[in-house]
């Protein structure tokens, strides 16, 4: 099965600050691959597919790019409501493999 | 809006089964995959099944074969996951989703399964 990984697994930054997060998958997974956020307490929600498209009300200072093997999500401007964990998820075949997830916290 | 409602979950026994149900509405529930994703207590997101819009294609987490079983009522608009041989490790808040093309739009609250003697 395919593996993903996540780095960091945490980071903290501030308001204002471009943030970016890596996932990488074990195997080329083209652009099957989505990102998810979960604030604390919260459901999951998708926030982009195929790599790079923005889910529908997905504000537009999220940005994911990336094929193959590895893939990244973009904050281009942290605000404090975007304080999170955030997944990828591969989809390209079963399993529907998560990362591990990368916390996201404001300084 | 899409809603999903999960039902079902509690406390078991080791080795005991449990159904979780899950209340589409909203959405033409016969023309999507569905799926079920359980997050451990502090822990990341499983993926654990999916099923086909007529149910005719079923996948499933290697370490829930044979335990699990995915079904649908699209008549009833329902979703449901059979956990048989329930370990302490499938502790867990299960969630069921939408999905489109296996990435997964919308999903309910979720329903915590605690398995504990």
């Known amino acids: 099965d395919i593996q993903m990984t996540q780095s960091p697994s945490s980071l903290s930054a501030s308001v204002g600050d471009r943030v970016t997060i890596t996932c990488r998958a074990s195997r080329g997974i083209t652009n099957y691959l989505a990102w998810y956020q979960q604030k604390p307490g919260k459901v999951p929600k998708l926030l982009i597919y195929a790599a790079s498209t923005l889910q529908s009300g997905v504000p537009s200072r999220f940005s994911g790019s990336g094929s193959g093997t590895d893939f990244t999500l973009t904050i281009i401007s942290l605000q404090p409501e975007d304080v999170a964990t955030y997944y990828c998820q591969k989809y390209n075949s079963a399993p529907f493999t998560f990362g591990p997830g990368t916390t996201v916290d404001i300084e | 809006e899409v809603q999903l409602v999960e039902s079902g979950g509690g406390l078991v026994q080791p080795g005991g089964s449990l159904r979780l149900s899950c209340a589409a509405s909203r959405f033409t529930f016969s023309s999507y995959w569905m799926t079920w994703v359980r997050q451990a207590p502090g822990k990341g997101l499983e993926w654990v099944a999916i099923i086909k819009q007529d149910g005719s294609e079923k996948y499933y987490l290697d370490s829930v074969k044979g335990r699990f079983t995915i079904s649908r009522d699209n008549a009833n608009n329902s979703l449901y996951l059979q956990m048989n041989s329930l370990r302490a490790e499938d502790t867990a808040v299960y969630y069921c989703?939408?999905?489109?093309?296996?990435?997964?739009?919308?999903w309910g609250q979720g329903t915590l399964v605690t398995v504990s003697s």
């Open positions: 989703a939408r999905s489109v093309w296996f990435e997964f739009d919308f």
